[in-house]
């Protein structure tokens, strides 16, 4: 299950299961929004974007939702490996302009095998 | 492997040493960037360079002094820091203009302690 407190949430799954990870973004005129995986010892890795005018995009394993009405991301990992175990930050951007992201806190997903 | 690379991967210095960290990219990337990040907490921005030059500076303190000697390079000059400055420092590119709607793509950092 999922677990909120004063630092990094965690969500820990068992291999094989879907994950869900959540995001609040705070700017609702926010129009464009990334997910970024990043391991241990890593820099964050580019997983997947989404932007305002859509409500879901797939990519291979991962879909990305978007509800702009309560101004809430999600990632859902299919089929999660233990190869997924990483810290997962969302960003949201406002374009029109420079590329200046403002990154979420972060959820750390552990896989068990 | 990232197509950021930076160097070196783990720095170990003194308060009152002067060293520097570089960052390279060859996407022909014009927008580039450097972000501090400390344990279990997301990036904080520090600087962008947008075609070469300094587009923002968030309130970092003068001991750490950015340079862009051209479009594929990045520095981040350090002088005097202090423990608390004990951190990974992430260089990231992204491709300017475009109304901001392209991801960064980030190296693996440097790990830096100040002794």
């Known amino acids: 299950g999922e677990s909120v407190g004063l630092h990094l949430p965690t969500l820990s799954v068992q291999e094989g299961d879907n994950s869900i990870i959540n995001c609040a973004y705070s700017n609702s005129a926010s129009d464009y929004f990334i997910w970024y995986k990043q391991e241990s010892g890593k820099g964050p890795q580019f997983i997947i974007d989404i932007r305002s005018n859509m409500d879901k995009r797939q990519g291979q394993r991962v879909t990305v939702l978007l509800n702009k009405t309560v101004k809430h991301l999600s990632l859902q990992i299919a089929a999660t490996q233990p190869g997924d175990s990483a810290v997962y930050f969302c960003?949201?951007?406002?374009?029109?302009?420079?590329?200046?992201?403002?990154f979420g806190r972060g959820t750390s997903l552990i896989v068990h095998p | 492997d990232t197509e950021v690379t930076q160097t070196p991967k783990h720095l170990v210095m003194g308060m009152t040493n002067k060293k520097s960290l570089k960052c390279e990219q060859h996407m022909g990337h014009r927008a580039m960037y450097w972000y501090k990040q400390k344990a279990k907490k997301p990036p904080e921005l520090m600087f962008v360079y947008s075609y070469e030059k300094l587009s923002i500076n968030e309130s970092v303190p003068s001991r750490f002094s950015p340079e862009c000697p051209n479009s594929s390079l990045l520095n981040l000059h350090l002088h005097a820091l202090q423990p608390e400055d004990s951190a990974l420092y992430l260089c990231?590119?992204?491709?300017?203009?475009?109304?901001?709607?392209?991801?960064?793509?980030f190296g693996d950092g440097t790990r830096l302690s100040i002794l």
């Open positions: 960003a949201e951007n406002l374009s029109g302009g420079s590329y200046i992201p403002t």
């Open positions: 990231a590119s992204s491709q300017a203009g475009g109304g901001g709607n392209q991801p960064q793509h």
